[in-house]
């Protein structure tokens, strides 16, 4: 049988169309898989290179492989689109992500371990649940104004609004009921979020890079967590990828020799960008107070030149670089004030 030398896998949840080549880089083989044939289907043939998208379960399909003897490479789903030639169908989708992993300098994505998966997924519950609060919060609070109760913002005054909610003769019973309703669903998800950040503070005091991670300004336990969980420094080449990967980094725009650069790319993994904006906010709120010792002098000079807004994005551009230092070297944080800084 002719030696198979990469095999493009498009998975689906039920049919898994693979198109494989040898190597002389032509088709030898496409065909359609169920779930249940894939791993029989592998374990007759030899060692192979099997490309994926980086989609949904597709770790779990890069440990199942990686344990017969094959070489998994995990494609972005956005570096595989340039290669699909014409109509978009599974035939074609499974050629173009053959085709782009044999590219030379295309990038890919480490598979995860079963812990690592795990591990994120205590913080992405976590971050479901607070959705859900959230809309909850925000039905009470709009339904409550339909019969004239209002009550400030925030998750603390939920209990004030119930109980402005209990005095109110004037609404209806099944409004009443409802509104109830809403306040016992709140409570419910308060209840399991305590408990999920119960398991999330000993998972950061447990893990070491968190903790040297929590020591830089605007990080805590969740935004140390969700980068040693999320991020294997050794896959990038300096600081300024790890932020680029977070879609920090300006846009491109240059051509003619001229250089043109656009605001962020907003690329790559979205919640840890937003988790540094915000650690990165915070700073910028207490940075101005006076006394405080987290701002530095490079901070204090672009709050006086930019916007809050884009000095959030910018500290969280710096925030992401010093977390990639820091995992690669293993040294701890040094801070330095500004009024150091003028000093020295």
């Known amino acids: 049988m002719t030696q198979i030398k990469r095999i493009g896998i498009d998975t689906s949840k039920a049919v898994f169309t693979l198109h494989c080549i040898n190597q002389a880089d032509q088709p030898v083989l496409r065909v359609n898989l169920r779930r249940s044939q894939m791993l029989p289907f592998f374990k007759k043939h030899l060692s192979a290179e099997v490309a994926m998208e980086a989609c949904a379960s597709s770790h779990h399909w890069a440990r199942k492989l990686t344990a017969l003897g094959h070489n998994v490479r995990l494609i972005p789903p956005q570096y595989v689109r340039p290669f699909v030639k014409r109509a978009k169908n599974d035939r074609n989708d499974a050629e173009a992500i053959c085709e782009a992993a044999g ?173 540094l904006v915000t650690g990165a906010t915070a700073v910028i709120k207490l940075a101005t107070r006076p006394g405080n010792r987290l701002a530095t002098e490079w901070l204090l000079k672009l709050l006086q030149r930019r916007p809050r807004k884009l000095a959030a994005v910018a500290l969280a551009n710096k925030m992401a670089r010093i977390a990639w230092a820091m995992m690669t070297s293993g040294e701890a944080y040094r801070h330095q004030s500004a009024a150091g800084a003028v000093s020295a």
């Open 103 to 275: 590219r030379p300098g295309m990038r890919f994505v480490l598979s995860k371990s079963a812990e690592q998966q795990a591990q994120g997924m205590v913080l992405k519950v976590r971050e479901t649940l607070v959705g859900q609060r959230t809309q909850l919060v925000n039905a009470l609070r709009g339904h409550a104004a339909e019969f004239g109760v209002i009550a400030a913002k925030g998750i603390s005054r939920v209990t004030s609004l119930l109980e402005a909610i209990e005095a109110e003769t004037t609404i209806p019973l099944e409004a009443r009921e409802m509104l109830a309703l809403l306040g016992q669903e709140i409570e419910h998800l308060n209840t399991r979020l305590k408990e999920i950040e119960t398991k999330l503070t000993a998972m950061h005091k447990a893990n070491a890079i968190s903790q040297l991670l929590a020591t830089i300004p605007g990080i805590g336990p969740i935004i140390g967590l969700t980068l040693a969980i999320e991020v294997d420094p050794s896959a990038f080449e300096s600081g300024r990828h790890l932020a680029a990967w977070i879609g920090l980094t300006p846009k491109e725009h240059s051509t003619g020799g001229k250089q043109r650069m656009g605001g962020i790319s907003r690329a790559g993994h979205e919640r840890l960008r937003q988790l």
